[in-house]
T-cell receptor, first 111, second 115 residues
Framework: AQSVTQPDIHITVSEGASLELRCNYS??????LFWYVQSPGQGLQLLLK??????LVQGIKGFEAEFKRSQSSFNLRKPSVHWSDAAEYFC?????????FGTGTRLQVFP | GAGVSQSPRYKVAKRGQDVALRCDPI?????LFWYQQALGQGPEFLTY????????KSGLPSDRFFAERPEGSVSTLKIQRTQQEDSAVYLC?????????????FGPGTRLTVL
């Protein structure tokens, strides 16, 4: 069955530090992969997506993610975190007509 | 409109009451999705429409849940005889065409609390 695992429930970083959020997926074919961000009271906003081609994808707000087929991973990275990046981050895999989400990683940023 | 809108933003219901949640998708978007997000969890798929046709309702948890999109635009998710376990945020999303690669645009959600 298709699934997404985000092993880190909560991550705390200092402003300006680098960030990596982990995502592992289980999917039978070449996956469509997404990262969404959810701020309190806001809807989910797409950060980036991977369909095919270059395995390093660039997104909005300075985020990037790397698809590694051998590790079934799609980790999200940012070289320097800003206080406004504090939010909940969800990895998702596209499965025909729906998205399958992970349980999310809550990012806290300290000044 | 500029984005997906949902109403009401907050709904409190007594157990056993019926509720109706509304979603206005982005104009021109063919596909519409409903997800349920329990506290501390990721969104879980409920149902999917392409225009007015409900193509997938495999995620609806029980026959108390019903969704419709009669004119292929606005959609309503109805929950009959609400139970405490129905308490969650209900998210609506729309996409231009649908399909596993198409970006889904999400609304702010309706937070349902069943007392």
């Amino acid at each position: 069955a298709q699934s997404v695992t985000q092993p880190d429930i909560h991550i705390t970083v200092s402003e300006g530090a680098s960030l990596e959020l982990r995502c592992n997926y289980s999917y039978g074919a070449t996956p469509y992969l997404f990262w969404y961000v959810q701020s309190p009271g806001q809807g989910l906003q797409l950060l980036l997506k991977y369909f095919s081609g270059d395995t390093l994808v660039q997104g909005i707000k300075g985020f990037e993610a790397e698809f590694k087929r051998s590790q079934s991973s799609f980790n999200l990275r940012k070289p320097s975190v800003h206080w406004s990046d504090a939010a909940e981050y969800f990895c998702a895999v596209g499965n025909t007509d729906k998205l399958i989400f992970g349980t999310g990683t809550r990012l806290q940023v300290f000044p | 409109g500029a984005g997906v809108s949902q109403s009401p933003r907050y709904k409190v219901a007594k157990r056993g009451q019926d509720v109706a949640l509304r979603c206005d998708p982005i104009s021109g978007h063919v596909s519409l999705f409903w997800y349920q997000q329990a506290l501390g969890q990721g969104p879980e798929f409920l149902t999917y429409f392409q225009n007015e046709a409900q193509l997938d309702k495999s995620g609806l948890p029980s026959d108390r849940f019903f969704a419709e999109r009669p004119e292929g635009s606005v959609s309503t998710l109805k929950i009959q005889r609400t139970q405490q376990e129905d308490s969650a945020v209900y998210l609506c999303a729309s996409s231009l065409l649908g399909g596993e690669g198409d970006e889904q645009f999400f609304g702010p959600g309706t937070r349902l609390t069943v007392l």
